[in-house]
C-alpha cells in the first residue's frame, strides 16, 4: 500500500497513526493483564476512559503472540464488572438524592457528569427494567452510567451481575476480535486508517466552512 503515503499529508498521518500505535501498544503490554483488568474497572465506572484504547491494543498483542485472547477478554470483563459494583454500591449506599447533589457540582465536570446523562441513564432503565443493564453496557452513552439507577431500585445483585457480565463480554470480545483480526492484517489497519482518516479530515473542514458560512 505505498501508494497511500505518496503526499506529505499522508506521510504525517501514517508517522502519527504509528506512534499512536507503538504507544498504545507498549503501555499495555507492560500493564499486562492486571493493567487491563484496573482500566477497565475505571472505564466501567463513572471516570470516563474509553475501553477501545485498552482491548484492541492488547488483543492486537494476543494476534503477535505476546498474550492470550482469552485471559485479555476476561480480564476486560472482571474489570468492566469491578466498575459496575463501583457505581452500583454508590448510588445504593449515598442514595439518589445525594448521587443528583453531587452531579449538579462543579468537579463533575471533571468526569463529563452532569444531570442530562444521568436522567437519560435512569430513564433508560425506567423504561427497560434489569435488562437494561445487558443492552445498556452496548450502548457508550449509557454503558458507564446505567449502574447507577439500578442501585437507586437496589436491583437484584445476582441479575445485576449477570447482565453487566452478559453485556460487558458482549462488547469486550467484539473490541478484542477487531483488535486480533487487524494483529493478524497489520496492512489492512494501516490501510484503513489513512482512508478513514482522510475522509474524517474532510468532513471537519466542511464542518468548520458551514459553521462559519452560517455565521455570515
Same mark, same amino acid.
Do not use: C, N, W
Given at each position: 500500500?505505498?501508494?497511500?503515503?505518496? #503526499?506529505?499529508?499522508?506521510?504525517? !498521518?501514517?508517522?502519527? +497513526?504509528?506512534?499512536?500505535?507503538?504507544?498504545?501498544? !507498549?503501555? %499495555? #503490554?507492560?500493564?499486562?493483564?492486571?493493567?487491563? +483488568?484496573? /482500566?477497565? &474497572? %475505571?472505564?466501567?465506572? +463513572?471516570?470516563?476512559?474509553? !475501553?477501545?484504547?485498552?482491548?484492541?491494543?492488547?488483543?492486537? /498483542?494476543?494476534?503477535? #503472540?505476546?498474550?492470550? /485472547? %482469552? $485471559?485479555?477478554? $476476561?480480564?476486560? %470483563? &472482571? #474489570?468492566?464488572?469491578?466498575g459496575a459494583y463501583v457505581n452500583y454500591f454508590l448510588a445504593l449506599f449515598l442514595g439518589k438524592p445525594l448521587v443528583y447533589r453531587l452531579v449538579r457540582l462543579r468537579w463533575a465536570k471533571i468526569f463529563l457528569l452532569n444531570e442530562k446523562k444521568m436522567h437519560k441513564a435512569e430513564a433508560y432503565f425506567l423504561k427497560f427494567g434489569a435488562v437494561s443493564t445487558f443492552v445498556g453496557r452496548l450502548i457508550p452513552a449509557v454503558r458507564q452510567l446505567i449502574s447507577i439507577p439500578a442501585g437507586f431500585v437496589r436491583m437484584n445483585l445476582f441479575t445485576f451481575s449477570l447482565f453487566t457480565v452478559l453485556g460487558a463480554g458482549i462488547w469486550i470480545t467484539f473490541l478484542a476480535l477487531f483488535g486480533y483480526y487487524f494483529g493478524l492484517h497489520q496492512d489492512l489497519l494501516t490501510y484503513y486508517y489513512v482512508k478513514f482518516g482522510l475522509i474524517a479530515a474532510g468532513l471537519v473542514l466542511l464542518a468548520v466552512f458551514a459553521y462559519y458560512a452560517k455565521r455570515k
Open positions: 500500500f505505498d501508494y497511500l503515503f505518496t #503526499g506529505q499529508k499522508s506521510e504525517r !498521518s501514517f508517522i502519527m +497513526f504509528h506512534s499512536l500505535a507503538d504507544f498504545l501498544l !507498549s503501555a %499495555v #503490554g507492560a500493564l499486562d493483564y492486571l493493567g487491563i +483488568f484496573l /482500566l477497565m &474497572a %475505571v472505564e466501567s465506572s +463513572f471516570i470516563p476512559f474509553p !475501553s477501545e484504547l485498552v482491548i484492541p491494543p492488547a488483543a492486537f /498483542l494476543a494476534a503477535k #503472540g505476546q498474550m492470550s /485472547l %482469552v $485471559l485479555v477478554i $476476561l480480564a476486560g %470483563v &472482571a #474489570g468492566s464488572l469491578l
